[in-house]
């Protein structure tokens, strides 16, 4: 025990010591170019500085450790501490500095006192599991964080939660964590370097992630990383959590649309049971949605890439929907996106397979309108196969349906057919219609659902964008519903506000579908479509190949 308030220097080089303890109420000053101090270092009380450009280390084995249990410890630039052993501490301080670094090759615990990384690196490169105990978070979060360990259990978040402010670098090693024992990037954190050798196996959470931003996590299972992202985000500001799972789980993959592909894709023939990814977003309402970025590898059993989609879970259907996909890859691996956007609070996500079929019926539009008492629904085809009829359902809460009609389709045609069905005995409030379009042997799906709302017989604004995706070339308006009247402006702008494309529009041009004329040239990606009318606005996002 040395208790004096001179340089501790008398120890520099001396592996042999089996333990060292600072106490008092002095300074204490590592010295410079310091070799081996000792195998356990503790100290309580006094205060004790590391000179720039020193190199200490600390044990040699893992009941070695370096703890702080009072007083105070502060590294200057340039220091580099190596502990062979824990890292603890349980009272007093601790200061970091920019340059500096502590590499740990065992466990980290940190119960009580003030810790300020303060730039310093923490370097986890022990051979066996490491483990992380306390609350790395706030004013004691880490800065920038390397996982190097070469050890088949890699690194745990043991207790309490990790915040990184800087670089989190996945060298080599998987990170384990759960949802009370957590992994936090916050607005300024980030990572790197992940790959089939480190990653994320449990959740792992990124803070105040952009608008319409692309953001990836480093997540896997079980010797497979299968990284996931949000793409083209409608809210930002949010933060988001993901998580992989090596199976549907609870989720269960035989439990899938196959006849009525409400999403606007063809059915799917099957789900892939080996992955499922979930995905939380803290943000509520409307704009809370984004597209989803999955990988795909050699685990699957995949007879055609072509076929590969996005699937998401609905929990109110109970069952697996087809959300389309956009891939990036080859056989042997790639990533797929999907093509619908998401709203979000926690969703599962994983992949199934869609053979492309010849659709029984091309939908142009659909829409309702009020004509005095009644609603007017109209809609087209651009071609039709098989179609014997289409059934005519409403809804008050736009959930459960019934039929109050139907008018007959035209068997096969590759021609533009109109069809309309009046409803003259609309409910009071909102009215929710869908089509079920009917072949000749039976077989349906549904359209998409319109509504009008008669509610003091006040007109709701509703405007539909189509297709979507689309090319500059090729993007049309309808107006579903709104004042007949009043003009509509309407305009493309992208996340940054540039303006594409500006016009006014009497509603009489807008009761069919109306091509805009757009002059600029728009770059592949998500725009927002602002239509307005009177003291009305809907933003429609519209996504450009």
Known sequence: EYNGSSTFSVLSGISQIRKVTLSGTGVRTMPNNALSVCDTLIINGPTVAFNSGNSVIIGDADTDRLEIQLGSVSLANATNVVINGDFIMSGGSFTGAGGTSITITDDINFSGGTLDINNTDIILNGTTQQLIDGNFTGTASLQNLTINNSSSEGVRVNSGGVEIDGLLTLTDGLVNTDASRTLTLTSTGDWTDASTASYVTGPITKNDVAVASTYEFPVGKTERYAPAAIANIGLGGENWTAEYFTSTGAFSESSFDTSDPGSGFNALSDIISQDRWEITGSGTGPDNDAQIRLTYGTHHTIVDINDLRVVWWNTAQNRWENQGGTIAGDASGGTIVSENFIDFSTQQFGLGQAPEIALPVEMIYFTASLDDGD????????????????????????????????????????????????????????NYYRLKQVDFDGAFEYSEIVFVDFTDRKVQFKAIAYPNPTSKDEINIRLSTGDELAPVEIQIIDFNGRVFYANQIVPDELSNNYRLNINEELASGVYLVLVRQREQTQQIRLMIR
Do not use: H, K
């Open 375 to 430: 609603a007017v629904l109209d809609w087209a085809t651009a071609s039709e196969l098989n179609n014997d009829r289409f059934e005519v359902e409403r809804s008050v809460d736009g959930v459960n349906f019934e039929s109050i009609g139907q008018v007959s389709g035209n068997g096969t045609t590759d021609i533009q057919q109109d069809y309309q069905y009046i409803d003259i005995a609309p409910r009071q409030g909102l």
